[in-house]
């Protein structure tokens, strides 16, 4: 498949810069845009639905209070998450992966976060494979994890699922050290922009690995990042990463 953009392009929880993160009105925006793709969070319910969002406790961008993961999805769909952006956002709801993939499946690439910050396992995963599975995404999208053995049981259930193995310099030693990620040998490599050195991209394409970074939201870093030759850049604005990387296209 060929992309228009070198690096890729994608909007971070959508056109987060401009409309309400992780919602419908930011995907819709970061695809026209003109993103290649968008990166968003997937959590688990009390009671075992899959939901888009970002905090694993509620009451930054929504009136609630506790972990996510103690809602019921009914609950948690009843809450507005647009609000706290902007009053023209009011009633946008936290989307299930099924409305992304119908809403802009067939204008974008795609990178499900799989959230689960426990060694022990939370039900996301074999629910993102179902999903993949259901809906043949296998071509189109990919998912990314901080939890290597989450991305261990994605990968042993659907091998034709990519992985991206996420780091920062804040995760635990066994996160930062890459132990893990030479035992899981994920496809892409996905380390926050300020790890990202010339000689890990030259090291990873080597391995036949993709380098996606996050959160670049400025044009000087853009420029470093490509300069180091990463394949894909995420940021809250879209349209700033494509006029930084402009010239650069495939």
Same mark, same amino acid.
């Given at each position: 498949?060929?992309?228009?953009?070198?690096?890729?392009?994608?909007?971070?929880?959508?056109?987060?810069?401009?409309?309400?993160?992780?919602?419908?009105?930011?995907?819709?925006?970061?695809?026209?845009?003109?993103?290649?793709?968008?990166?968003?969070?997937?959590?688990?319910?009390? %009671?075992?639905?899959?939901?888009?969002?970002?905090?694993?406790?509620?009451?930054?961008?929504?009136?609630?209070?506790?972990?996510?993961?103690? *809602?019921?999805?009914? %609950?948690?769909?009843?809450? %507005?998450?647009?609000?706290?952006?902007?009053?023209?956002?009011?009633?946008?709801?936290?989307?299930?992966?099924?409305?992304?993939?119908?809403?802009?499946?067939?204008?974008?690439?795609? $990178?499900?976060?799989?959230?689960?910050?426990? *060694?022990?396992?939370?039900?996301?995963?074999?629910?993102?494979?179902?999903?993949?599975?259901?809906?043949?995404?296998?071509?189109?999208?990919?998912?990314?994890?901080?939890?290597?053995?989450?991305? *261990?049981?994605?990968?042993?259930?659907?091998?034709?699922?990519?992985?991206?193995?996420?780091?920062?310099?804040?995760?635990?030693?066994?996160?930062?050290?890459?132990?893990?990620?030479?035992?899981?040998?994920?496809?892409?490599?996905?380390?926050?922009?300020?790890?990202?050195?010339?000689?890990?991209?030259?090291? +990873?394409?080597?391995?036949?690995?993709?380098? $996606?970074?996050?959160?670049?939201?400025? +044009?000087?870093?853009?420029?470093?990042?490509?300069?180091?030759?990463?394949?894909?850049?995420?940021?809250?604005?879209?349209?700033?990463?494509?006029? +930084?990387?402009?010239?650069? %296209?495939?």
């Amino acid at each position: 498949m060929k992309y228009p953009h070198t690096p890729l392009i994608f909007g971070h929880r959508g056109a987060s810069a401009y409309a309400p993160e992780n919602t419908l009105a930011a995907f819709e925006l970061a695809a026209d845009m003109g993103a290649d793709g968008v990166e968003f969070d997937v959590q688990i319910s009390k %009671d075992g639905q899959l939901i888009i969002h970002h905090d694993r406790v509620l009451g930054r961008t929504e009136e609630a209070a506790g972990p996510l993961a103690q *809602w019921t999805f009914a %609950d948690l769909r009843a809450l %507005d998450v647009g609000s706290w952006f902007d009053a023209r956002f009011a009633g946008q709801r936290m989307p299930t992966p099924d409305e992304l993939v119908d809403a802009v499946g067939e204008r974008l690439l795609l $990178n499900f976060e799989l959230i689960n910050d426990s *060694w022990q396992l939370n039900g996301v995963g074999p629910g993102l494979v179902a999903l993949f599975r259901r809906r043949n995404l296998f071509r189109r999208a990919m998912i990314s994890s901080f939890n290597p053995r989450a991305l *261990w049981q994605v990968k042993k259930m659907e091998p034709r699922i990519t992985i991206g193995a996420l780091w920062g310099p804040n995760e635990p030693w066994l996160v930062r050290s890459g132990l893990m990620r030479r035992l899981l040998r994920p496809q892409a490599l996905h380390p926050r922009h300020d790890l990202v050195t010339p000689r890990l991209v030259a090291a +990873a394409h080597a391995r036949g690995q993709r380098v $996606n970074t996050w959160t670049v939201n400025d +044009a000087e870093t853009a420029k470093r990042m490509l300069d180091a030759g990463v394949d894909l850049l995420m940021g809250d604005a879209p349209d700033l990463l494509l006029r +930084a990387t402009e010239g650069n %296209d495939a």
